[in-house]
């Protein structure tokens, strides 16, 4: 079952009367004041990221988990999920202080399964997150929407020297957390769910990348099979990697690996493309949801990367209010078209 959502930090704000207005009453949430909430927005300029805990609380802690649990269901909202974690960094490079970060990680993790929060997004990009060119293209009807073009990369700042870590550091990495943290989130019943490389390339700004390619993500599951171990089908990334998306929902949706689904869509190929409205993007979308709908998937799905529409400031480049509501009306359209519509309660 499709369990549609929307990515809110636990801030209210007047999008979450219009969410629930277009019938969506469940979020995968940030967390205030952890790593992507911090880190999300910065590589396309945010500079009004709030800096710190609040009230001093640790975010991941099941004080702080709890805390932003109410304040959804105060406003009717139920969090299903989480997309942020504590610090990472430590963790995806091998480095000393790995064990620290790690014991973080299970300790959300354990908070979440005592909440009944049952999904975890995280992701494997050291020291960065997505990455944009440009945040100001003009689409359809002079909506903005952001791209991606490598050529453009050359005078971006370097994040790491060449030579100063390896694609194998990463997996030897990934492979030390995946044991430490899978049997944890087992015993919580939380699925894991890692998010492809935004965009999916070999390296960004001198820091290797390893979330690249269908065969990584076939090579991640093989590195600690179980069900807790899974996938956040980020579409725009994975069109990148393949020119049949439905094909690969429907082979990891046969191995019940995904957790999580990001259903967007984009125009062109992994050095140069643009986000688009999810109606105009190069992929048969209606035949995703189609495949969804084959494999059995059983998740959280959530619009991603939409444009900025008349009247907006574009300052949250694809993640201002108009295009989220447009979004969450398109995919539900799909879903009642191939799911058929719900009875009325």
């Known amino acids: 079952m499709i369990h549609l959502s929307e990515q809110l930090s636990a801030r209210p704000a007047p999008l979450w009367e219009l969410v629930k207005q277009c019938g969506v009453s469940n979020t995968v949430s940030l967390m205030q004041g952890a790593e992507q909430e911090q880190r999300m927005f910065a590589s396309v300029g945010d500079g009004k990221l709030t800096a710190g805990f609040s009230n001093g609380i640790i975010p991941w802690s099941l004080e702080g988990i709890t805390r932003d649990k109410a304040i959804f269901a105060a406003h009717g909202i139920e969090m299903i999920g989480i997309e942020d974690t504590a610090p990472m960094d430590l963790i995806r490079l091998g480095l000393p202080g790995r064990d620290e970060q790690i014991a973080h990680v299970i300790a959300q993790i354990r908070a979440m399964g005592a909440l009944g929060i049952t999904t975890l997004c995280y992701n494997w990009m050291a020291v960065s997150s997505w990455a944009r060119t440009r ?14 073009k490598l050529s453009d990369t050359a005078e971006m700042s370097r ?22 943290v899978i049997p944890e989130a087992e015993a919580a ?7 492809p490389d935004d965009p ?31 996938i956040t089908l980020c579409q725009g990334n994975f069109a990148l990697m393949t020119d049949d998306l439905p094909s690969v929902i429907r082979e990891f949706g046969a191995r019940d690996a995904i957790a999580f689904v ?38 959280p799905m959530r619009p991603d990367h939409v444009p900025t529409m008349h009247g907006e400031t574009n300052e949250r480049p694809a993640y201002e209010t108009l295009g989220r509501l447009f979004a969450l009306g398109y995919i539900r359209g799909l879903i009642h078209a191939i799911y058929g519509k719900p009875k009325l309660r």
């Not at 019943?189 to 998010?195: A, D, I, K, S």
């Open 200 to 230: 999916p390339l070999q390296e960004m700004r001198g820091m290797p990348r390893i979330m690249n390619s269908i065969d990584n993500y076939r090579r991640l599951l093989e590195i600690y099979p179980s069900r807790s171990n899974g």
């Open 159 to 180: 994040i790491a020297e060449p030579g100063e870590y390896s694609q194998e550091q990463l997996w030897d990495a990934l492979k030390y957390f995946l044991d430490a």
């Open 135 to 148: 945040t100001d293209i003009v689409s359809r009807g002079g909506a903005l929407v952001t791209g991606f």
């Open 189 to 195: 019943n939380v699925r894991l769910g890692m998010h």
């Open 262 to 299: 990001h259903f967007r869509d984009i125009v062109g190929d992994a050095s140069d493309f643009e986000e688009a409205f999810h109606d105009a993007g190069q992929n048969d979308l209606p035949a995703c949801i189609a495949a969804y709908k084959e494999v059995g998937f059983d998740g």
